[in-house]
């Protein structure tokens, strides 16, 4: 079965990335026990990943390279801010447990939305924190093959993502 909309496909991968010019680095690897798998179609993955792998069947690799504009962009320093130490408090005390340099803390927009922040420094009175993704600014590298390419099930196509191993389970 060739990879289409709304097939699931198992695929081992090798990822690395460079950035400016600079050798690449792996970033990720998955192996038979735990593949990387997905639904074809439903936004869960890089476009550009999807892209290079369509039309493919079980047993074809391959190796191609994102840019970082079509990946995850370019590193914006806008990104980077001080957040007020005050917001950080557990019962009038900052949270020195949880917040710590290198950290990486799950917060809100001011919309709702998730997103996460890397914890740069702590100052007297303030957080700096880096919302850009980890790889934002970074050229990737995938060499990979396809394992396995199935139909997705109904279920799956209207939830949006894999159910079963490798997928996502309700409760």
Do not use: C, W
Not at 14 to 26: G, H, I, R, V
Request: proline letters at 4%; aromatic letters at 8%.
């Amino acid at each position: 079965m060739k990879i289409e909309k709304n097939t699931v496909v198992s695929a081992n991968y090798y990822l690395s990335a460079s950035k400016d010019n600079q050798p690449e680095e792996l970033v990720e690897q998955t192996n038979a026990e735990h593949p990387f798998v997905f639904l074809v179609g439903h936004t869960g993955v890089l476009p550009d990943f999807e892209k290079n792998l369509i039309h493919k069947i079980a047993g074809d690799k391959f190796d191609f390279k994102i840019k970082a504009a079509e990946a995850y962009g370019m590193y914006d320093n806008e990104y980077v801010m001080p957040l007020k130490k005050n917001i950080f408090e557990v019962d009038g005390k900052f949270d020195s447990e949880r917040i710590k340099v290198g950290e990486d803390i799950e917060m809100n927009d001011a919309d709702g939305n998730a997103l996460v922040g890397h914890v740069v420094e702590i100052t007297d009175d303030s957080v700096i924190m880096d919302f850009n993704h980890p790889l934002a600014g970074y050229d990737l590298h995938f060499i990979g093959e396809i394992l396995n390419v199935r139909s997705a099930t109904a279920e799956e196509i209207s939830h949006g993502h894999v159910h079963g191993p490798g997928g996502h389970h309700h409760h």
